[in-house]
């Protein structure tokens, strides 16, 4: 990430790009071990007929969430970070942006966990080759962070060179698993439910809503609004809900959860290889990326030292091992951060446009107080529904937006 990558200022006219180049990049994070792991979860947690809704109806608030707040992104060729600022003021976006950025360490952490597992195995089953796990996070953490030190550009070329090869992979996969039992007996399941509707919605919600809320740290680079909306359709009405399915539909068939054995399982060999590598890869770069853009936002650091030195604290997170909780980290994510997208939507949109000009960014109050308790008391609320006191939708992610934005 260079001193081109406009932290803390629109993104200029030469530099924007066609909406594709954005969209491959975005797509790409979509196939991204979390995500085959989200659906495999949702689909051994309940009806298939349902998790499948379950994701359609997931991927479409993220889909409108996504669009609204990219939307945002070519209009102002703005961070999210600055987009924050704007929102709830000078003090108030230190606090949000502080968050922002643990949460994505905290991504780039769960990412090279499962990179590091995901290597070891797949060469000691497939290659014959025992390789300790720390080897492989820390070689992870080193090119993921190398990558990211390059900026967006770099990132936007790595995309154009794998979105390919996950297609072709993903295409395997799934045919691999709708071929070895027919389309009626797959949904003629009848599972147990142990996860609610309400919930299996909020986790594929939170999966990814960090990738939706900051959607605008990519389309800024686009020259126009609709490109936005083409990059938040492809991404997660496209691309997220064929992942989530394909790896749904696998594990239950295989009636696992462990990713690792349902990809050997489909006879995937070298492909395994190639999913396990692009997806985190690029998925890890961009969460690197952008949790340097939100600690630029609102300190004043070198570049270079500041993504070094995030890439090392990422990595450290690795061996936290997160994963243990994973739906409920997804959960309690899309509590957290849904409503902060809602407060900017409604501030850029509604109520005040004219403050996202770039001739105002120099006049950014201190703090928001009304911002800010729009955005606690949405995650109040859902937080409320979580723990069963408080239900309005039954969906805790969307009744977090829709509260926030209200107030």
Known sequence: MDDQEFSTRPVPADRQVAWWRVGLVSAMVSFSLPTFLTGAEVFLAMDNRDAIWAI?????????????????????????YMLTRIAVGHRGAAVANLAFAISLLGWFGVNIDLFGDAVVRLSRDALGVDMPVWIAEAVAGVLMTMTTIYGFRAINILSM????????????????????????ATMASTDVSTLSFGHAVSAVVGGV??????????????????GALYTALLSYLVVQVVVMTA???????????????????????WGAFVLVIAGSW???????????????????APTLKLTLALGVLGTLAAFLN???????????????????????????????????????????DAVSPTALMA?????????????????????????????????
Do not use: K
């Not at 794998?162 to 009626?184: C, E, H, K, N, Y």
């Open 247 to 269: 790896g749904g539909l696998a594990a239950d068939l295989q009636g696992s959860g462990d990713l690792l054995e349902i990809l050997l399982a489909a006879g995937l060999g």
């Open 161 to 184: 060179w794998l979105v390919p090869a996950m297609i072709l992979v993903t295409g395997v996969f799934l045919v691999s698993s709708l071929g070895q039992r027919d389309w009626s």
């Open 322 to 364: 997160i994963l243990d909780r994973f739906l409920d980290f997804l959960f309690y994510l899309s509590i957290v951060f849904v409503p902060v997208a809602g407060v900017i939507v409604v501030d850029h949109f509604l109520a005040r446009p004219a403050a996202y000009q770039e001739t105002y960014l120099d006049e950014v």
């Open 375 to 407: 955005w606690a008391a949405g995650s109040g609320v859902a937080l409320a529904g979580a723990g069963g006191w408080l239900t309005v939708s039954g969906i805790a992610a969307l009744d977090a937006m829709v509260v926030s934005a209200s107030l």
């Open 56 to 80: 359609v109806i997931g991927c479409s608030i993220l889909a409108s969430l996504a669009a609204l707040c990219g939307a945002i992104g070519t209009r102002t060729h703005l961070s999210s």
């Open 209 to 226: 809503i960090v990738g939706a809320v900051i959607m605008p740290d990519i389309t800024r680079f686009i020259r126009g609004w609709r």
């Open 282 to 300: 690029v998925l890890n770069a961009l969460n690197l990326y952008s949790a340097g853009l939100s600690v630029q936002a609102s300190i004043d």
